[in-house]
């Protein structure tokens, strides 16, 4: 082969390269390694949170349970019928914000079965199901703070969840208001409650689906409330790993299920009906989306 071929031939792999058409060195990732792990081990991993109530947490029994648990266990449920597996056992391996994503990229968790807000920066590392609820941004307080809105949030403590999607609402607050304020992190929502309670933060900006539980779990709940606005909007839905196109097919299809068959809705009121919360506008246009005729 002639020197001006063998150029001709590394250009064009340069050019392919350059446009990603060729796998990177070193970064190959097997494709569906989430169900061979699955097939091999006959062993379902399902990421838990502790303490967020009703998506997460450990029931009285000391088991895992909640509304994000009765979803994916439908899932594990499809995966075995898939897969025509005889028997498949149910591992439950907690997580946070700190750990979540990493657990399952690296294919210690199957599916992280909580509250995770559906963002583009963590798309680069994982990918997520159908929305599974619908949250915003608010602010949970003392109602002997005084704070009703986000002005009032000047001069004041406001926690925020380590690695969460509100630290950089409140920043932008922060400029945009002109607001001092000092920023405290919490690594669990119980955390954040028990420093609300004992008056070393005067807000928590989070999620508003998390506060339901939280404002249950207080000591006294008639002392908390919900204020300010709406901040944003909080897809929330299950992390499953990248480069998974058969399981993130098995969990798509059997959300979309759930959707038309009216069994969403009924966990909804399982979970979310005893603490006065159903089905809002935004949910329901998510799963009207997702419901694919077969």
């Known amino acids: ?13 340069l050019s392919c390269a350059g446009l990603g058409l060729l796998p990177a060195m070193g970064h190959a990732q097997e494709i569906d390694s989430t169900i ?3 097939k091999s081990t006959h ?11 009703p998506l997460s947490y450990v029931g009285p029994d000391g088991k ?47 599916i992280s079965c909580e509250g995770a807000v559906n963002t583009w920066t963590r798309q680069k590392q994982v990918s997520f199901s159908p929305i599974s609820w619908v949250s915003a941004e ?50 669990t929502h119980s955390a954040a409650l028990l420093a609300l309670e004992s008056h070393r933060g005067a807000a928590y900006l989070s999620d508003n689906g998390a506060f339901y539980g939280m404002i249950k779990a207080a000591k006294h709940p008639e002392d908390l ?11 929330e839905a299950f992390i499953i ?3 998974n196109p058969t399981f993130s097919w098995i969990v798509g299809h059997t959300m979309s299920d759930m959707f038309k068959s009216g069994e969403a809705d009924k966990l909804v009121a399982k979970w979310f009906g005893p603490l006065g919360v159903g089905i809002s506008p935004k949910l329901r246009a ?7 005729p077969e």
């Open 138 to 187: 608010q602010l949970l307080v003392l109602k002997s703070s005084g704070i009703k809105d986000i002005k009032d949030l000047n001069g004041k403590t406001v926690i925020v969840a380590t690695a969460g999607t509100s630290e950089p609402t409140l920043n932008r607050l922060i400029q945009q208001d002109h607001l001092n304020v000092k920023i405290m992190h919490v690594n």
């Open 64 to 110: 895992p349970t909640g509304y994000s648990t009765e979803f994916c266990l439908k899932i594990a449920a499809a995966v075995k019928d898939y897969l025509k597996l005889p028997e498949l056992a149910i591992k439950y391996v907690p997580v946070d914000i700190q750990t979540r994503q990493a657990l399952v990229a690296n294919g210690t968790v199957d």
């Open 241 to 243: 790993a990248k480069n």
């Open 36 to 38: 061979s792990r699955i």
């Open 225 to 235: 409330a919900v204020v300010g606005p709406e901040l944003s909007y909080q897809p």
């Open 286 to 292: 998510a799963w009207d989306t997702y419901s694919f």
């Open 1 to 13: 082969m002639s020197t001006h071929i063998i150029k001709r031939i590394a250009a064009v792999a």
């Open 43 to 53: 062993t379902f991993t399902i990421g838990y949170r502790e303490s967020s109530v």
